[in-house]
């Protein structure tokens, strides 16, 4: 596959993956208040992507780019590097397909995330906490090993697999009129969106991200690529990447618009889903429905749109517990 992805490729994901048909919920509750704050009845459905295989949608886009391995290839294991879910999903792909997985993970990982990660049988590799030394070290088991790296987002077969996400959706909950995509890296959205466009047209897709990690909303702007500063932090970890080269591409053509949150919007959003759905998700798929109840812009796009009815994706919930609590207690 080159670097252009179709919603042939998306389908043929969907075929190929081994994954769950995750469901999408909806609450009445959530619905009314998002309903009062844009000042239009709206009906929202979610993706419950907290509900998939290691706790996030990570594993779609591993599994694809896994089973489209070589057996001369797939023999040889794959590396990543990764602290977060990408690690985990990695993991458990190549177990599924029976290779080895080498996962190179800064040294001031959460034990708990080292630990999941070699339970899914992954050998974990410690390396300085810096891009430079997790890159260095990946290289380093890549020509010992000749292993192949899978790219978490910035991967053809990746994002190809994320599409699955929406491929089900807008076949769970027909005329949508938009679905909002939280965006990191970018392989989810543009994922996402090629499924979206190719399948439901007139279905909006919007990006949703922190507004102290806004470099998709600015590159969106700028119709340039720019990244955030170094050192940049949220509470939503998942989605601290850089958009990605081809995730960029793909978003400048088919999303419809890109929306920031506050830190503290994003903990109401998530208190609110713990509280009304009892779905533990964490505080980067909160990133979407905060959007959708608090971002004036987004409800101004919902009036001149016509929009009602609305996905969102939830699309994890690897959670630190005692974490989560001290961020409901300080976002009060």
């Not at 089900?168 to 392989?187: H, I, K, S, Y």
Request: glycine fraction near 8%; hydrophobic fraction near 45%; proline fraction near 4%.
């Amino acid at each position: 596959m080159t670097d252009t992805i179709t919603i042939e490729d998306v389908q043929a994901a969907a075929a190929r993956i081994n994954v769950h048909r995750t469901p999408v919920l909806t609450s009445t509750a959530i619905s009314s208040i998002a309903s009062e704050n844009a000042g239009v009845p709206l009906e929202l459905f979610f993706k419950c992507e907290l509900l998939q295989k290691t706790g996030s949608f990570k594993i779609r886009g591993a599994t694809n780019a896994v089973q489209l391995l070589t057996d001369a290839d797939a023999g040889k294991g794959v590396v990543t590097h990764s602290s977060g879910n990408h690690a985990q999903a990695l993991a458990l792909a190549a177990r599924m397909r029976g290779i080895p997985a080498y996962v190179v993970m800064p040294n001031n990982s959460p034990q708990v995330k080292k630990d999941a990660v070699k339970a899914y049988g992954a050998q974990v590799i410690e390396c300085e906490p810096t891009l430079e030394q997790r890159e260095t070290t990946a290289q380093k088991v890549i020509d010992e090993t000749g292993a192949t790296f899978i790219h978490p987002y910035n991967n053809p077969h990746v994002i190809a697999g994320q599409g699955t996400i929406a491929l089900e959706t807008v076949a769970q909950e027909q005329q949508l009129d938009a679905l909002v995509v939280p965006v990191g890296g970018g392989g989810m959205l543009s994922g996402c969106s090629i499924a979206t466009k190719a399948l439901s047209p007139r279905t909006r897709v919007f990006a949703a991200e922190p507004l102290d990690v806004n470099d998709t909303y600015r590159s969106y702007a700028a119709k340039e690529r720019v990244t955030n500063t170094v050192g940049a932090r949220s509470v939503a970890d998942g989605l601290l990447t850089n958009l990605g080269e081809i995730a960029f591409s793909v978003v400048m053509e088919n999303v419809d618009g890109v929306f920031v949150v506050t830190e503290k919007e994003i903990i109401q959003a998530m208190q609110l889903v713990w509280g009304r759905m009892k779905l533990c998700i964490e505080p980067s798929a909160a990133v979407g429905l905060a959007v959708v109840l608090y971002n004036k812009d987004f409800h101004a796009r919902v009036k001149q749109d016509e929009l009602r009815r609305i996905g969102i994706i939830l699309c994890g919930g690897n959670v630190d517990f005692a974490n989560a609590v001290a961020l409901f207690e300080k976002f009060k």
